[in-house]
């Protein structure tokens, strides 16, 4: 199985920062990567897919991109709306495996 | 606008079973392949199984292989996840989500989720 690692685990930081969460594949994974975003109470919503794709309705302050073993998710200025906690998903192989995830709160 | 509603969740014993549903809209359901993920309490996104749009296709996690079967239903825009012998460890509150257009294995719309307590 493919492992997936995020770093770091958690973050704080503040309205209009840039926050950069890594993630890592325990092999090659092309660009089969995805990123969603996941509030407390609420249900995943997928921000990135193919690794910089953009989901239709995500907003354009996110962008990811990587390829292979390593990639990152950007915010390019963190919005209130943005504390919550970020999965990567690799689809390149079965089984399907997420990261641990990030939890971005407040500074 | 696209739903997926889930249902069938609920308190069982160890050992027991319980099938999920999930009752989709607002999307051609038959062209799309489908997932159930589940969460554990605190825990993080574990993806459970996969079928696609035509159910010649299944995965599953090694954890719930031969425990679990997804089907689906196209007539009835319905998805399944017959559950047998359930353990503590399936805890957790159970998605259904739909796969992409185009990235079939990425997850662009989830259902509300369903939990599902594994306990004596």
């Known amino acids: 199985d493919i492992q997936m690692t995020q770093s770091p685990s958690s973050l704080s930081a503040s309205v209009g920062d840039r926050v950069t969460i890594t993630c890592r594949a325990s092999?090659?994974?092309?660009?089969?990567l995805a990123w969603y975003q996941q509030k407390p109470g609420k249900v995943p919503e997928l921000l990135i897919y193919?690794?910089?794709t953009l989901q239709t309705g995500a907003a354009s302050r996110f962008s990811g991109s990587g390829s292979g073993t390593d990639f990152t998710l950007t915010i390019s200025s963190l919005q209130p709306e943005d504390f919550a906690t970020y999965y990567c998903?690799?689809?390149?192989?079965?089984?399907?495996?997420f990261g641990p995830g990030t939890k971005v709160d407040v500074k | 606008e696209e739903q997926l509603v889930g249902s069938g969740g609920g308190l069982v014993q160890p050992g027991g079973s319980l099938r999920l549903s999930c009752a989709v809209s607002g999307f051609p359901f038959s062209s799309r392949s489908m997932n159930w993920v589940r969460q554990a309490p605190g825990e993080g996104l574990e993806w459970v199984s996969y079928i696609s749009s035509s159910s010649s296709v299944t995965y599953y996690a090694d954890s719930v292989r031969g425990r679990f079967t997804i089907s689906r239903d196209n007539s009835k825009k319905s998805l399944y996840l017959q559950m047998n012998n359930l353990r503590a460890e399936d805890t957790a509150v159970y998605f259904c989500a739909r796969g992409g257009a185009i990235a079939d294995r990425a997850m662009p719309t989830w259902g509300q989720g369903t939990l599902v307590i594994v306990s004596s």
């Open positions: 092999q090659g994974i092309s660009n089969y």
């Open positions: 193919a690794a910089s």
């Open positions: 998903q690799q689809y390149d192989s079965d089984p399907i495996t």
